[in-house]
């Protein structure tokens, strides 16, 4: 073996051991400071994961676009639902009294909402976006109550890592990390453009999530569970959208 | 002018000697050219097939911040949609392929430009943009341009000295799809994700709102689409096996250039 081709023996294997290692590295960190998606595995984890990790590192704290009222969409667009279910139907019929949210997992008191209790909450406004996976998007104003309130209220235990939703229609679920629960815009909305939620929009009551697509703005949510381990949940890749082929992560 | 690249490094600089046919054997193109070449080539057609699926959920395009199936497009592609909720008026939707193409555009995304910030890195740092894709002054004349333009035109064959370096005009093109293209696609890409234009807000509003960015994204994807057959053809022209040859081995002998 000549001088030559065992230097680059040694400097390849040491190259390739570092590489390694800094990968094993970096895997440790990622998973330590909540930069892995519960959907990395897989053929297509690798891009879901970086762009996780980035936009963790990136916008943890930035606040959605937010836009002026005379940039309000005139015609909104409210995208086609299945028909719904009776349990949905019957509180339609007593106009949503009955409606109530129920929040349980790890908090210190886990409870039960009525719309109107929401709404008797400090409530707050956005002009935000709705942006489709699909390529369009329109603009409305939504009043609710920030997330964040509704979790100081149930007080959530420090170990809590991820916030489950659930739409009162079956297999309708998503779940995001507590920097998105946390944030001053994820709303429990339950108004739109100065009036009521309309049904066709998620009333009486939508998750909004602004910095991510708007599948992750579940319709119809009627419960919430705080949790620090979403592989208890369906198939365990953190919502119902990894299941169908979609990110978990839908601020891409 | 254009033949004196460093392809034509004096032979002492060699050190291993290869099946020499024409005397020169020191390879045409780098390790890491020729790498990020193919792995830019199979992320770019993965990018163009997951778009092109990613366009059939919406076929329509807008112009501004918003649009929807209930404003005025700015123009449609005429095919059926995967999605029953946009009247393409064909009575008939498509297969939804959305979840998996859209992966495979995000994660392809990734590694191209990872790829690309390496090669850029290496192009600056090697000398490869330098002496390589700037044009050399005297080459930079409507005169110069225009008598490769001719040379084209007469659909000769390159001469030798094609093979070993870059005309004017593939210099000028090479720059404008790396430094302008490139750039203009992952900036357009980039803001139409909620998240980054939360932190970049700039990213989406210098472009017109999300929509044109849209617009736009499928525009810039549609000269890539242009150069790539464009340089297909001419490589194609230029002979095809040896071509390929110099960009997968780094060298192609001058006697099977002729061939």
Not at chain 2, 44 to 56: H, K, P, Q, Y
Request: hydrophobic share 45%.
């Amino acid at each position: 073996m000549s001088n030559i081709s065992r230097r680059k023996l040694i400097t390849t294997g040491l190259a390739a051991a570092a590489g390694v290692s800094g990968l094993g590295v970096a895997a440790h960190l990622a998973q330590k400071y909540g930069l892995v998606p519960p959907d990395h595995s897989g053929l297509y984890g690798l891009g879901e994961t970086l762009t996780y990790a980035s936009q963790r590192l990136l916008t943890r704290h930035s606040m959605a676009r937010q836009f002026s009222r005379s940039q309000i969409s005139a015609r909104p667009l409210a995208n086609e639902l299945a028909p719904f279910n009776d349990s949905f139907k019957r509180l339609q019929a007593g106009n949503f009294a009955d409606w109530r949210l129920t929040v349980d997992g790890l908090v210190d008191r886990p409870a039960a909402f009525s719309v109107d209790q929401l709404r008797n909450y400090p409530s707050s406004n956005q002009i935000t976006e709705v942006v489709c996976e699909e390529g369009w998007s329109y603009v409305a104003e939504w009043h609710g109550v920030p997330l964040s309130h509704v979790l100081g209220l149930v007080g959530t235990q420090p170990h809590a890592k991820y916030v489950v939703y659930f739409s009162i229609e079956p297999d309708w679920w998503e779940s995001m990390d507590m920097a998105d629960a946390m944030h001053p815009q994820t709303f429990l909305t339950y108004g739109m453009n100065g009036g009521d939620l309309p049904v066709g929009f998620g009333g009486p009551l939508r998750m909004r999530v602004p910095r991510q697509l708007g599948y992750k703005s579940v319709k119809f949510i009627t419960h919430l569970t705080v949790t620090d381990n979403l592989k208890k949940f369906g198939k365990g890749l953190g919502s119902a959208s990894p299941e169908g082929g979609y990110a978990w992560y839908a601020g891409i | 002018m254009s033949t004196l690249g460093s392809t034509q490094a004096p032979l002492e600089a060699v050190a291993t000697p290869a099946p020499v046919v024409s005397g020169r054997s020191e390879p045409r193109r780098t390790l890491l050219v020729r790498v990020t070449h193919w792995i830019t080539t199979l992320c770019f057609v993965a990018l163009l097939v997951s778009g092109a699926e990613i366009v059939v959920s919406h076929p329509r395009f807008y112009w501004g911040e918003t649009g929807t199936i209930l404003t005025t497009p700015l123009f449609k592609i005429p095919i059926p949609s995967s999605r029953a909720l946009v009247p393409s008026g064909y009575g008939y939707v498509m297969p939804d392929q959305n979840g998996w193409s859209r992966a495979l555009h995000f994660q392809s995304a990734w590694i191209v430009v990872l790829t690309g910030l390496l090669y850029v890195i290496f192009g600056f740092v090697s000398g490869h943009f330098r002496r390589e894709l700037v044009p050399a002054r005297a080459d930079l004349s409507w005169r110069g341009i225009r008598s490769v333009i001719a040379h084209h035109l007469g659909f000769e064959r390159g001469g030798d000295g094609d093979a070993w370096s870059y005309n004017v005009l593939q210099r000028l093109s090479y720059l404008f799809v790396i430094f302008v293209l490139f750039p203009l696609v992952i900036w357009t890409g980039l803001a139409l994700s909620p998240a980054f234009d939360s932190a970049f807000p700039a990213t989406v509003t210098l472009l017109g709102g999300r929509q044109s960015a849209r617009t736009l994204h499928f525009f810039i994807s549609l000269a890539l689409v242009v150069f790539l057959l464009v340089h297909v053809a001419m490589v194609w022209r230029a002979g095809f096996a040896s071509r390929m040859r110099a960009m997968i081995m780094g060298s192609a002998s001058e006697a099977k250039e002729r061939i």
